[in-house]
């Protein structure tokens, strides 16, 4: 079956950098995706990766190892916004998304 | 980025009856997806609604159950029909750049809560 595993909640503090791990088993692969979401609001897109290595957008990075089946989503210098849900997506064979189930992140000043 | 309107974004329903769910969107698109999320929970994909054609069911999801109109290009709608307790989540509408590469764009969700 096709799988996707990521923590169900992590806290962090205001100004720090946290680390949201996402691994994956699925039936090909074309690429994985990073989205947040507020409480009671639409996902919104953060990140997308089909090759290996770290990918950078401001305050947040993406990274992908395709062999360990592997990604993580890096926010530095959180701010109390950054409170959301994140979600980790692959796209498979199909170019089917399969969906993690999210990782609620607390940011604590 | 596609500016996506849904409608409604709330509602209270009673067991047995139905609700149909508008999307519009500022651009031509050639799919629109549905999705629901369940408190909690990850998104599942409901259908691929293609213009011109029947939509497209996921697995454990019928057209009996989940009707999707798609008149034109910017437009769809998903029925849920009737409603259970368990039918109680939020239902989004997206629509993607591509199959290949894009990233999927979501509209605000429509909150269903089945009494």
């Known amino acids: 079956g096709q799988n996707i595993d990521q923590p169900t909640e992590m806290t962090a503090t205001e100004g720090a950098i946290v680390q949201i791990n996402c691994t994956y088993q699925?039936?090909?692969?074309?690429?994985l995706f990073w989205y947040q979401q507020h409480a009671g609001e639409a996902p919104t897109f953060l990140s997308y990766?089909?090759l290996d290595g770290l990918e950078e957008k401001g305050r947040f990075s993406s990274f992908l190892s395709r062999s360990k089946g592997y990604s993580y989503l890096l926010l530095k210098e959180l701010q109390m916004k950054d409170s959301a849900s994140y979600l980790c997506?692959?796209?498979?064979?199909?170019?089917?998304?399969?969906w993690g189930a999210g990782t609620k992140l607390i940011i604590k000043p | 980025s596609a500016v996506i309107s849904q409608k409604p974004s709330r509602d209270i329903c009673q067991r047995g009856t139905s609700l149909t769910i508008q999307c519009q969107v500022d651009?031509?698109?050639?799919?629109m997806f549905w999705y629901r999320q369940q408190p909690g929970q990850s998104l599942t994909l409901i259908a691929t609604?293609?213009?011109?054609?029947?939509?497209?069911?996921e697995s454990g999801f019928v057209i009996d159950k989940f009707p999707i109109s798609r008149p034109n290009l910017t437009f769809s709608t998903l029925t849920v029909s009737n409603m259970s307790p368990e039918d109680s989540s939020i239902y989004l509408c997206?629509?993607?750049?591509?199959?290949?590469?894009?990233?999927?764009?979501f509209g605000e969700g429509s909150r269903l809560t089945v009494l």
């Open positions: 997206s629509v993607g750049r591509g199959t290949e590469t894009g990233e999927l764009f």
């Open positions: 651009s031509q698109v050639t799919m």
């Open positions: 609604a293609n213009q011109g054609s029947e939509a497209t069911y």
């Open positions: 699925t039936s090909g692969f074309n690429g």
């Open positions: 990766n089909v």
């Open positions: 997506a692959v796209s498979d064979s199909n170019y089917q998304l399969i």
